[in-house]
């Protein structure tokens, strides 16, 4: 079976801060794995997948398969930052994604 | 192009009833695959249609179900609402191949009375 785990569901950081939000996965093939944001009162959206390696509104996030780890970091966050991140999965069985439950990120000003 | 819509955006029911809740994909789009999100167990895949076909499930009961029709629009149905089946209902529509990336709609909020 296939996992997600984003350990804190809520993250507060100050403006001009680093933001690394977590993402841990279990899966015994080879993944592929997404980040996906929710902004307030907008729909779910791609962010970035680890196989683009790209960096989108400065986020990027690298896959360890040792560490069975995909985090995403942004060096210095921004006020508009602020939304919820979904880590997910999907297997090379189908177009189906297994999601985290999923990161509040507050950035301060 | 227009992004995937989906009908009705809100919807009340009791239980017992039964519900049918529609996805547009975005033009061209022949995957779409449907999620529920709650609060509780959070975004969880329900099943795939792709050129009419399911092609994938996930862990619900028979009660959900689905269909594609063959200008790619899907339709998902529950039977026999229950309270726990209050959520918001999700479409994503994806070109054609399992390497695509998922666009999702704005949902479908469920609530069952």
């Known amino acids: 079976a296939q996992r997600v785990t984003q350990p804190e569901k809520l993250l507060s950081v100050f403006k001009g801060a680093p933001v690394e939000l977590k993402c841990n996965y279990s899966y015994s093939g080879s993944p592929e794995l997404f980040w996906y944001v929710q902004y307030s009162r907008q729909r779910l959206q791609l962010l970035l997948r680890?196989?683009s390696r790209e960096s989108i509104k400065g986020f990027t996030a690298d896959l360890n398969k040792g560490e069975t780890s995909f985090h995403l970091k942004k060096p210095f966050a921004q006020e508009e930052d602020s939304a919820m991140y979904y880590c997910?999965?999907?297997?090379?069985?189908?177009?189906?994604?297994?999601f985290g439950g999923g990161t509040r990120l507050m950035v301060k000003p | 192009k227009a992004g995937v819509t989906q009908t009705p955006r809100y919807l009340i029911k009791t239980r017992g009833q039964q519900v049918t809740l529609s996805c547009s994909p975005i033009?061209?789009?022949?995957?779409v695959s449907w999620y529920q999100q709650t609060p509780g167990q959070g975004l969880q895949f329900l099943f795939e249609y792709f050129s009419e076909t399911q092609r994938n499930k996930g862990n619900f009961p028979g009660r959900f179900s689905g269909r594609q029709f063959s200008n790619s629009r899907s339709e998902m149905n529950v039977s026999t609402l229950e309270l726990g089946d209050s959520a918001l209902y999700l479409c994503?529509?994806?070109?054609?191949?399992?390497?695509?990336?998922?666009?999702f709609g704005p949902g479908t909020r469920l609530t069952v009375l």
């Open positions: 033009s061209g789009h022949r995957s």
């Open positions: 994503a529509s994806s070109p054609r191949t399992i390497t695509d990336t998922q666009y």
């Open positions: 680890h196989i």
């Open positions: 997910a999965l999907r297997n090379n069985a189908g177009n189906m994604l297994t």
